[in-house]
C-alpha cells in the first residue's frame, strides 16, 4: 500500500487517485483473481486488511486528509457487501482493523511531511496541521500503538478460525475510541 498525509486543498486528484488505484482497486483486483476459483470449490477465505480508521475519522479536521495504507472506508463497505454475497458459496470475508502500528511506513510518512510547503493550503491550517495535528499523531503512535508482530499474530488467528469473524480490531488500546462512534453519533466526544 502507499500513504499520504496532508490538508486536502495540498493533494492533487491525481495524487488522490494513484493512491486508491493501488490500495483500493489493487485489493478488488486481487479478490477478482482468486474468487471464481473459490466460488467453484465452494470453500474460501478473503482475509483484507483494514485500519480502524475506516471506523473512525483521524482527528484533524474537515480540511485534513489521512490516506492511508488501505482507503478504508470504501474498502470496508465494498468488503461488506461481498460478505453477504459469498455465504451462499461457503467463502468468508474477514476484515483485520489494526489501530496505529510501529512501522517505517508511519516514520516515511512522517518524514516526507516535515519538508512539505502544502501548496494552496490557507496559513492557518498548515499551522493547525503541523502545531497541532503532527503532534498528535505522533502521540497516538508513541502511546497506542502496537508491533508489527502483534498484528501478525491476530491475522494468523483470523486465517486459523473455522468460522471467521467479519471484523477483527488488533489494538485493544483503541477499540474504545472506536467505539465513542456509536456511543456519541454527535461527534462532541
Known sequence: GVGHVGPVESTSMEEMKRIFE???FGAVRMIKAVLPAMKQRQSGHIVV???VMGLQGEAGGGSMCLWGSRCETPGGGFCESLAVQLLQFNVFVSMVEPGPVNTDFELKLMEEVSRSEFPGTDAATVRYFK???LPAS???FTTLGQSPAAVAEAIVNVIGARRPAFRTQ?????TPLVALKY???SGDL
Do not use: K, R, V
Not at 488488533?170 to 483503541?174: A, I, R, W
Open 170 to 174: 488488533t489494538n485493544h488500546l483503541y
Open 131 to 133: 502545531d497541532i495535528y
Open 49 to 51: 486488511i483494514s485500519s
Open 138 to 140: 505522533h502521540e497516538i
Open 183 to 185: 456511543a456519541d453519533p
Open 22 to 24: 493501488t490500495n483500493f
